[in-house]
């Protein structure tokens, strides 16, 4: 069972909410001079995503976590002040505390044009912004195993990320809503448990063959393979609001894949638990985030994040030493105990209906906290 060690460079996506700078409102339309002006200071790196109301940035190819925080403070920076020239600010939220799905506009592109088509309600319901993380795993077979291991952790993944409390500018009661919009859409949610790389390739053609999907690029797992790079993509998470809590998040990701690897040429393997055990903690992750007690199956019990985050921390200590990430790993504790950005997003709202705000006023005053949590951290560009 052994296979070289994978190289674990990392690539990180972020999608950003467009909102009006005076209003805070989530911008139905860009302004068509937007995304040219992007585009000359980013080239590649910045492309259109659904809607209207959302950007999307990729970072170069990172060695480590320490190279991946360089390019996410350039690609915040670069694309907030461009959006600043054009009347517009950036949040890193997955929803809008106010915006209505129905009244966004989608991207006039080929390829959201037909997902539209074939999706309908379901696509034009996706009002919604992630974080993928790619770590590369060169070997193919190696990539599949990586794949059903990891998805244990998937929902530890996801609790540590949430940032989706409101939708249709209602609070929802749930931490991460926007898997339950995600999730909506078929080839979506925890992957399949595959036995090789030819058994995914098998898949792909018998999904292509039929006519039912053209590509893999349209299976919308929670961890899948990349259709374009040699890479293990993450994509339950929600996006993260600070750029520090996004490293966590890519330092946990890298670390458990080297910690599996490393079982894997001791040929033993992370034990393999049915999709509907993963998709219960997923469900608790969704619904309380950081304040969840997930089940800990080998043990036979709940447990809190906040333990099951020192058990991971133990685990990993040695991998996240190896790969130059262990403080970004141990501050995981610091999202635990000081909330992720749902947290902090439902605490302003909160005391802004305190303070006599309308419910209409109050959720505003989370997306000014947004803008400024987004960019907080973030050093201006030379």
């Known amino acids: 069972m052994n296979s070289a060690a994978p190289s674990l460079t990392l690539g990180i996506e972020e999608e950003y909410l467009l909102v009006d700078a005076g209003s805070g409102a989530l911008v139905p339309e860009q302004d068509p001079a937007f995304m040219p002006a992007c585009r000359a200071r980013l080239g590649e790196q910045v ?225 393999r638990y049915r999709r509907i055990l993963i998709e219960e903690n997923k469900w608790r992750a969704q619904r309380w985030g950081v304040e969840a007690e997930l089940a800990d199956f080998a043990a036979g019990c709940l447990k809190s994040m906040r333990d099951l985050v020192e058990e991971l921390i133990d685990h990993l200590r040695e991998d996240a030493t190896a790969l130059g990430c262990l403080a970004e790993l141990e501050r995981a504790r610091e999202i635990v105990k000081q909330g992720t950005s749902a947290d902090r997003q439902l605490a302003v709202y909160r005391e802004a209906l305190r303070s006599g705000a309308e419910d209409e006023q109050a959720r505003t005053t989370v997306v000014h906290w947004l803008r400024n949590a987004t960019l907080r951290g973030v050093p201006a560009l030379d």
Not at 104 to 117: C, D, P, S, V
């Open 47 to 271: 492309t259109h995503e659904l809607l209207q109301g959302q950007v999307e940035v990729g970072t170069r190819v990172c060695r480590g976590v320490s190279e991946a925080r360089a390019e996410l403070h350039r690609l915040r920076r670069t694309v907030a002040e461009v959006a600043a020239e054009h009347g517009m600010a950036i949040i890193a939220s997955s929803t809008h505390p106010s915006a209505v799905w129905s009244e966004q506009r989608n991207t006039e592109k080929e390829r959201y044009e037909a997902i539209t088509e074939d999706y309908q309600v379901l696509a034009r319901r996706q009002v919604i912004s992630g974080m993928h993380i790619h770590a590369a795993v060169e070997d193919d077979d190696l990539r599949i195993d990586l794949m059903n291991q990891v998805s244990y952790f998937l929902p530890h993944l996801l609790a540590l990320s949430a940032s989706s409390p409101f939708w249709n500018g209602h609070d929802t009661g749930l931490k991460a809503y926007r898997r339950a919009v995600a999730d909506e859409l078929p080839r979506s949610g925890s992957p399949e448990y595959l036995e090789s790389w030819r058994d995914w390739e098998r898949l792909v053609e018998i999904l292509a063959r039929t006519g039912l999907v053209e590509d893999p690029t349209m299976i919308w797992w929670d961890v899948r393979p990349s259709a374009r790079h040699p890479t293990l993509e993450l994509r339950i998470t929600d996006i993260c609001t600070e750029v520090e809590d996004a490293l966590t998040l890519a330092a946990m990701y890298q670390s458990l894949l080297r910690h599996l690897w490393r079982l894997r040429t001791r040929n033993q393997s992370w034990r």
